[in-house]
């Protein structure tokens, strides 16, 4: 029996087979530290679900072991779950200015900034927590100083790249620290886990510059004002659109809640710099002409609330489209999302606007690596475990073979789920146990109180609608006293089926009729029968199966007239 701390686990909670909320335990000895702390945004059949997060179960259980959170960068798929997670087990949070400026937002929110210790941590830093020590390097991304984390332990390094690209290019002129991955790779690395999101494409990442040369083309192009669609959180995109507006003399507004926040915060950290007196408040513009303006606007992926659908749609307070009006949507639709995104980009048409959109030119890069990017990473850190993380189960595969092709043995690399326990000796690594693993869904305040049967009953009367029947019954002589009334909502339109809706109510009274003949008047029986015999009928007559609810209400009559006296 090996002795506790001479194995190194790795048990990644989320982004296995899924993109998002991505969370990943290391644990040496009786010390967890965790990488990350993400959420998920639902899928379309989670109805009504805002977003979802890992399950902690494993790290409530152990609560007293887990030292602290280590953030590789900002965005909500990586730090979105902190405010849930830190109301369960208070550690600290070691980050980057920008990521801990979000998330202190986030906890401000919530209520929580002052119980939570953030540390602001810099590339090349060194920290010591418990038995690790703990490193940051710099990697390029689409939020500025995304970072990668090293964990030294006495058994060898665990690096994990966080999302990366390499982009020796990029806005800030903050370069990836490739020379400090060569020199991990030349002392040795244990076990990398690698960024898989863009692994099926082939090349190399464009740079994020190439998306400022197409702002300054069109810009130079366009006659009346700007509009351009981006996600709130790409600063380096945010930051060249302002400074293209400053170049061609114009002003710029910005629309949607999560922009204006993430600028605030950028912009008070020092990550931004904007020319003096360029950003004017959105009711502002219309004092403007439109070639002196641009608006920055969320709703890059069509989102139904987002600002620039409420734009195109006619139902934004302060901006509509005009023809003549240049829009970029400066994004790629995350898959799920073409069809509300092309929904958008045909309604701007209608009104007019010049609309480019991906696929018409290159108005949009990604923040993650291709194959080569890929390839370069574990070349020059050539670890002797190899665990492909942040991607659905086909692009992880792909990342192995990708491994695999660079020399690293098959049984050095793990395609894994998430809630697998990987242990790593310095001899060798193995696949060695299970925890609990999964998704607590969050709607509104509740947090994992809607679970499979709430979503069910949600899928169906979003398919097939809902009938409520209600009566009033004699609690002692079963006899009724109103109704049955039937209402209903999204099953059929009521007005012209009047017929139908008065056979339903006569089904209803046929059923109580024969509840109350062979004297079996108990409720759940009553309101199992009206469900069976109606829903019966109604499917022979419509095909449809809508939810029905029946509410009965019981009146004590001898109460109720003793009262009366
Ligand atoms: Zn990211
Ligand atoms: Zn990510």
Redesign the pocket.
């Known amino acids: 029996m090996l002795a506790k701390d001479s194995e190194v686990q790795v048990i990644p909670l989320g ?1 296995l087979g899924e ?2 909320k ?1 969370m990943t335990a290391v644990k040496y000895g009786d010390h967890i530290l965790l990488i ?1 702390c ?1 959420l998920a945004f639902p899928e379309e059949e989670m109805m009504g679900i805002d977003f979802v997060l890992p399950d902690y179960t494993y790290l409530v259980d152990n609560q007293e072991k887990v030292q602290a959170v280590l953030l ?2 900002g ?4 730090i979105g779950g902190l405010p849930y997670f830190l109301k369960q087990i208070k550690v600290p949070v070691y980050g980057s200015r920008l990521a801990l400026g979000l998330v202190e937002r986030k906890l401000k929110e919530h209520h929580m900034e002052r119980d939570i210790d953030l540390r602001p941590v810099k590339p090349r830093d060194m920290v010591e927590i418990g038995p690790f020590q703990v490193e940051f390097i710099r990697v390029t ?1 689409s939020i500025p100083d995304a970072m990668a984390i090293a964990i030294h332990t006495s058994l060898g390094t665990v690096v994990h790249t ?2 990366f690209k390499i982009d020796h290019t990029p806005v800030d002129g903050d370069i990836i620290d490739l020379h400090r991955f060569a020199t991990l790779g030349e002392q040795g690395v244990l076990l990398l886990m690698s ?1 898989s ?1 863009n692994v099926e494409r082939e090349g190399y990442t464009l740079s994020e510059h190439l998306v400022g040369r197409s702002f300054d083309e069109y810009f130079l192009a366009a006659e009346e004002r700007i509009i351009i669609a981006t996600f709130a959180s790409n600063i380096h995109r945010l930051q060249q659109a302002i400074l293209t507006a400053h170049k061609y003399g114009r002003q710029v507004a910005v629309a949607g809640r999560s922009m204006v926040n993430v600028l605030a915060v950028a912009d008070e950290l020092g990550y931004l710099n904007i020319p003096e007196g360029m950003l004017i408040e959105l009711d502002e513009v219309d004092r403007l002409p439109n070639n002196q303006v641009v608006i920055l606007t969320t709703g890059s992926q069509g989102e139904p609330m987002s600002a620039l659908t409420r734009m195109a749609f006619g139902e934004h307070r302060q901006v509509e489209v005009l023809p003549g009006d240049t829009v970029i949507i400066s994004a790629t639709p995350i898959p799920g999302n073409e069809k509300l995104v092309s929904r958008i980009i045909d309604q701007l048409f209608k009104l007019k606007a010049k609309v480019i959109y991906e696929g018409s030119s290159d108005i949009h890069v990604s ?2 690596p291709s194959q080569e990017e890929l390839k370069l990473m574990l070349n020059l850190l050539r670890p002797k475990y190899f665990i492909p993380v ?1 991607g659905e189960y086909r692009m992880l595969k792909k990342h192995a073979e990708l491994a695999q092709q660079l020399g690293i043995p098959e049984e050095n690399i793990f395609v894994g789920e998430i809630g697998q326990v990987f242990s790593f000796t310095s001899q060798n690594g193995r696949i060695t146990g299970r925890v609990p693993a999964g998704r607590v869904l969050v709607d509104g305040l509740g947090v994992g109180d809607v679970g499979n049967i709430v979503l069910r009953d949600r899928r169906d009367m979003a398919k097939e609608g809902i009938l409520i029947v209600v009566l009033t019954m004699d609690k002692q002589t079963h006899q009724v006293l109103t109704g049955p009334d039937i209402v209903s909502r999204g099953f059929v339109y009521v007005r012209e089926a009047e017929v139908l809706m008065e056979e339903a109510r006569l089904k209803v009274v046929s059923a109580l009729e024969k509840c109350t003949s062979k004297g079996n008047c108990g409720w759940s029986y009553i309101k199992q029968e009206i469900k069976s015999h109606l829903g019966k009928f109604l499917f022979e007559k419509t095909r449809r199966r809508p939810m029905i609810l029946p509410i009965i209400m019981e009146v004590d009559k001898s109460i109720a007239s003793t009262k009366m006296d």
């Open positions: 982004g993109i998002g991505n990350d993400g590789t960068h965005h909500e798929d990586h991304h966080g999302d960024d999101t923040g993650h942040h």
